[in-house]
């Protein structure tokens, strides 16, 4: 089994900067895309951003999309997630998602962390 924790969340004000960290085990990076979501109370879980398993191509959700940048795998044994101009709405808990193929949907993904709370509020 795969197994991936994530770090690096806690409350930032409107505007501020946090770095996620997924730890992998083993030589996961070098088999599996990597990516994350996130998810605030009540609502669905998202996609954020996403990375393929060789590291040359990186995907994004609109919503993150020239504020978030995803780096890491590959080589690796952390995927990262650098989140700027951080808004109160970016407010959820972030997961870090392993899969064979592709991270993009949520139904499809194979291995899970168990998520870091990311706030951001005044």
């Known amino acids: 089994q795969v197994q991936l924790v994530e770090s690096g969340g806690g409350l930032v004000q409107p505007g501020g900067s946090l770095r996620l960290s997924c730890a992998a085990s083993?030589?996961?990076?070098?088999?599996?895309?990597m990516g994350w979501f996130r998810q605030a109370p009540g609502k669905e879980r998202e996609f954020v951003a996403s990375?393929?398993?060789?590291?040359?191509?990186?995907y994004y959700a609109d919503s993150v999309k020239g504020r978030f940048t995803i780096s890491g795998g590959n080589a690796k044994n952390t995927v990262y997630l650098e989140m700027n101009s951080l808004k109160p709405e970016d407010t959820a808990v972030y997961y870090c998602?392993?899969?064979?193929?592709?991270?993009?949907?949520?139904?499809?993904?194979?291995?899970w962390g168990q998520g870091t709370q990311v706030t951001v509020s005044s």
């Open positions: 998602a392993a899969d064979v193929f592709v991270v993009r949907e949520a139904r499809t993904i194979d291995y």
């Open positions: 083993g030589r996961t990076f070098s088999n599996y895309a």
């Open positions: 990375i393929s398993r060789s590291g040359d191509s990186t």
